[in-house]
């Protein structure tokens, strides 16, 4: 007799995505069976069908086809067909015969599938635990999210983000001076916050030049891949809004502030972060009708978005005005006057020369009065009195100067808001050595400076007839030149009497295969350049300007960075010194002078950067008494520009840029021009190292907090449980892996490869990659693999959200337990549901109970572990698998509510844990940030209502946590003669 009816509900053992399937017919050859769900018909053969019957038992959650659910109480049998009986969700008795169980019901609950025969490989019960237990570490370790990019770890950039991607909603400018790593800090801030589930979009704003760097970088070195956006792409959309194609959306400035119709409709989309690079160029005056479309568009943006990175390497290179501006898109509440704002950069001193007195406590009178000039609250004066007391021990002092330093560094300057670090401050940064040549001046450009000379009006007749700028006219001889080309002395091209250019062309060959860098002031200088170095010479240089394509720019560099087959000189106009990083190079030959001083060190900041393992070799080619001259020793004389970076250019150039101007032909008022500069530099520098300057040197990098966070992406780089977990994971995902030396693996689409996993495409050629960090900074061609790579999130995401591994069967040979006995290995997982955005994980990620039971319930966890029980269990075939459990349902039903009770007495201290963790943390942050607030009006108020919903939100989150079945695995134990 048949052992299946019409009407019976059964699943397909090999095809379990089909759903609930129904009996449309059968005989005694064979089986039609409909899965509703997904319109497939199957046949089967009676004697071999590969399907289990469905049956639920007493406690179980059922749905019927017309969308009504209730929990089985009983059922009954009636002509082969199960009716089940039990209450609907308002309490009312009722019955629901299986023919009219819903078809889209699915079994994805370990229970379930276990109940319905449905059990995974042994191997895949192992990963998915070993995937809770790593997950569960992984997520409470202080470094999640900074341990997985490929970079050094350096202190500064990583106390930098760190610091800021803890904070709700970070609004800060990122201001290290040239080649200190700015982008890296932000692609480790949006990286975190990312993972953490802080943020789930972002939009970056960079000049042109730099978009495709920006896009390489995140891949590279993030594994962040990010949608590039422009006019083209944006047509493409048709009429939707491009900026809703990615949730990482990449995009030129110059493009989007150029264009009001792709500003609102960037303005449309929920964005959780804008980062905007090179902010100095965002023009802003105190007078509305003067504030320029980049920095109105990026207003409006930081108005509504939550989080925004702003970066720039010269935040006043546009005077102190312009720096407020940049603090003003941060938050116009506390911004919101320049007056007021110099007014408190002038208190900066005295609380900078406390910290010094801090160091010689209890020491002088006169040192205990400066710190108490700046501490007045309760606090303050508390840890004031432990550092007075000569009664107090070492550690006692030590303790409260800590505090009482970290207090003041706290609580007055833009050190929230504006981290910034210096070479001085970081340390090892190579030695600069500048070499100038003085060449003789070309008859064609010496006629005109004569008559400079002899003509005051001349100068005005010069600038009306080349369309040039003062003082440009006379300091780019070479332009001045070429706009006068309808003199009949101007015919051959400049290149071809400027000494200069022969004067390169014996550099290039002193320096034998040393990469030179060059730039010139614009487009047209850099290409007659590099026509003067091909004809005269035979060079081949590639020109890098703005009139590039990205590609081209790329294809440039590119040529200029490879070792063997690449050219030794690149030329760039001013576009080539700002953003692209040339450090493998350190020869750098400024064809001419820019004229202004954080132009300069933008050129110098290329080549001279962390990383940089030479001393950079300046080359200047001027020409003897011309303007040219004049500039350098305004540079030299005035300011030590080329000695080492120092922030004060753009204020000096503000001083004086007008007085140079005037002076170039004039070398008795130059000299008062140097005078005059010279005598602010050293002033202002005193001023910035005794006040703002040390403040912010102090804030932006705390080596104590920077050490501890290196320490903790240590323990993760050298976690020896990351290599076993991915090899087991690779060999169950179906990834090849072929170990090719030096610590490399090649990883492979195998043939049985599950779909989907990053980097890997069946019938591509995949990746190779390394555990070693330093392995994987060496070489851009290989992938550092890590807890937070993508391809193991993605592996650890699948096991942990669906149903991989979440079933088992196994046998279980032992000379001291009988055969026939069962037992059931059971997992169960803490679920919290939260948003994302309350990173609920730092404090309670999915943690695993464990619980091994035998037949008669008693419970062995504490006696048999997880490793020592799993490598004596032997695999099962399916079939018998299936056979087993069928055998042994209401066996089985009794120990998975056993085990339930088992588990759910461990959950209250998981719980009471998870809260003291958290509100540990958040209860020292709230109160600090609060005592801060009374202080320092940087600190926001809306900054502070986060942080308390935060805290009351994961309280109430913690609390309602519950444990559900993740995953069982039966044991059946066999004799010790089996087979």
Not at 4 to 23: C, H, K, N, V, Y
Not at 533 to 562: I, S
Not at 810 to 829: C, D, Q, T
């Amino acid at each position: 007799m048949s052992d299946f009816s019409p009407g019976q509900r059964w699943i397909s053992d090999g095809e379990a995505e089909l759903g609930l399937g129904t009996i449309l017919n059968c005989d005694a050859r064979s089986i039609t069976v409909l899965f509703g769900a997904s319109q497939e018909t199957r046949t089967y053969s009676t004697q071999h069908a590969p399907l289990t019957r469905v049956i639920f038992g007493s406690g179980d959650r059922i749905q019927s086809a017309e969308g009504w659910e209730m929990t089985v109480d009983d059922s009954k049998e009636s002509r082969g067909l199960i009716v089940y009986i039990g209450e609907d969700d308002q309490g009312e008795t009722r019955e629901l015969p299986e023919a009219r169980l819903a078809d889209s019901m699915r079994f994805d609950q370990a229970r379930d599938r276990l109940l319905t025969g449905q059990v995974d490989r042994n191997d895949w019960f192992d990963l998915r635990f070993r995937t809770l237990h790593h997950h569960h570490r992984t997520e409470q370790n202080p470094a999640l999210g900074l341990a997985g990019p490929r970079i050094d770890l350096i202190p500064h950039q990583l106390y930098i983000a760190d610091e800021i991607s803890r904070r709700q909603a970070p609004r800060v400018l990122l201001a290290d001076e040239v080649g200190l790593g700015k982008t890296i800090e932000a692609g480790l801030i949006l990286h975190r916050l990312l993972l953490s589930g802080r943020a789930e979009r972002a939009l970056i704003l960079v000049p042109a030049s730099l978009t495709h760097q920006w896009l390489v970088e995140l891949l590279r070195r993030f594994s962040l891949e990010v949608t590039l956006l422009d006019e083209q792409q944006s047509l493409a959309q048709g009429d939707g809004n491009p900026f809703e194609s990615g949730q990482l959306v990449l995009a030129s400035q110059d493009w989007l502030f150029a264009n009001p119709h792709r500003q609102a409709q960037a303005e449309a989309v929920d964005w959780d972060l804008l980062i905007a690079d090179e902010a100095h160029h965002l023009e802003w005056s105190e007078s509305a009708d003067e504030v320029g479309p980049g920095y109105a568009c990026v207003e409006r943006l930081a108005a509504s978005v939550p989080g925004v990175l702003l970066l720039t390497a010269t935040p006043e290179q546009m005077g102190q005005a312009s720096h407020f501006a940049r603090l003003r898109l941060l938050d116009p509440d506390r911004y919101h006057s320049l007056e007021a704002f110099q007014e408190e950069e002038h208190h900066y001193a005295e609380v900078a020369a406390a910290i010094d007195a801090l160091e010689r406590l209890p020491g002088e009178a006169a040192d205990r009065e400066t710190v108490a000039a700046v501490s007045d609250d309760p606090d303050s004066a508390a840890l004031l009195a432990t550092l007075a007391d000569a009664e107090s021990s070492d550690d006692q002092q030590a303790a409260a100067r800590g505090q009482l330093r970290e207090q003041l560094l706290d609580r007055h300057g833009t050190g929230r808001v504006m981290f910034r670090n210096s070479r001085r401050h970081v340390g090892g940064f190579p030695e600069r050595r500048l070499h100038v040549d003085r060449l003789e001046l070309p008859s064609a450009y010496r006629r005109v400076l004569r008559r400079l000379g002899r003509d005051e009006d001349y100068l005005d007749e010069l600038l009306i007839e080349t369309g040039l700028d003062h003082p440009e006219v006379l300091v780019y001889l070479d332009t001045m030149y070429q706009a006068l080309a309808n003199d009949p002395l101007n015919a051959e091209p400049w290149w071809q009497f400027d000494p200069r250019v022969t004067w390169l062309l014996e550099r290039i060959t002193e320096l034998g295969d040393d990469k030179i860098l060059v730039i010139a002031h614009d487009r047209e200088t850099a290409q007659g350049l590099a026509d003067g170095l091909r004809v005269l010479g035979g060079v081949q240089a590639p020109v890098f300007h703005e009139d590039l394509t990205l590609v081209e720019r790329d294809r440039a560099a590119a040529a200029f960075a490879d070792d063997e087959d690449g050219c030794q000189v690149l030329v760039c106009s001013e576009i080539g010194s700002e953003g692209r990083n040339f450090q493998f190079c350190r020869h750098l030959v400024m064809f001419d002078l820019p004229l202004h001083p954080d132009q300069l060190e933008q050129r110098i900041g290329r080549l001279d950067r962390i990383g940089q393992r030479h001393a950079i070799e300046l080359h200047v080619p001027v020409f003897a008494a011309s303007p040219g001259e004049q500039l350098l020793r305004w540079y030299q004389d005035g300011m030590d520009a080329f000695s080492a970076p120092h922030g004060l250019g753009g204020e000096l150039f503000d001083a004086f840029g007008d007085a140079l101007a005037d002076a170039l032909l004039d070398e008795e008022s130059l000299d008062e021009v140097i005078t005059d500069t010279r005598e602010l530099f050293d002033r202002r520098m005193a001023e910035r190292d005794a006040g703002r300057n040390r403040l912010l040197e102090l804030n932006a990098c705390r080596p104590e907090r920077a050490e501890q966070t290196i320490e903790a992406i240590r323990e993760l780089d050298e976690d020896r449980a990351l290599r076993r977990y991915i090899d087991q994971a690779l060999d169950i995902f179906g990834v090849d892996a072929k170990d090719i030396g030096n610590d490399i693996q090649h990883l492979k689409p195998g043939p049985q490869m599950l779909d989907g996993l990053p980097g890997l495409v069946k019938g591509e050629d995949g990746f190779s990659a390394t555990f070693s960090r330093e392995r994987a900074l060496g070489r851009d061609d290989v992938q550092r693999l890590s807890w937070e790579h993508p391809l193991t999130r993605e592996m650890m995401g699948r096991i942990l959200d669906g149903t991989m591994g979440n079933t088992a069967l196994a046998l279980l040979k032992h000379p001291s337990i009988p055969g026939g006995r069962l037992m059931a290995e059971l997992v169960f997982r803490t679920h919290c549901p939260a948003p994302k955005r309350l990173h609920l994980n730092r404090f309670l990620p999915p943690t695993a109970v464990r619980v091994l039971l035998d037949e008669s319930g008693a419970n062995l966890t504490a006696k048999v572990s997880f490793t020592g029980l799993s490598k004596n269990l032997q695999k099962v075939k399916k079939a018998a698998a299936r056979d087993l459990i069928k055998s042994r349902h209401e066996q089985l039903r009794d120990l998975l509510d056993r085990a339930e009770t088992e588990a759910e007495r461990e959950l209250p201290t998981i719980v009471e844990a998870a809260q003291t963790r958290m509100r540990e943390a958040l209860d020292a942050e709230l109160t600090r940030l609060e005592a801060l607030a009374r202080r320092n009006p940087a600190v926001r108020e809306d900054e502070l209502t986060a942080l308390r919903e935060e805290r009351a939100a994961l309280d109430a989150a913690i609390e309602g946590t519950r444990l559900r079945l993740d995953a069982v695995r039966v044991i059946v134990t066999i004799d010790e003669n089996s087979r």
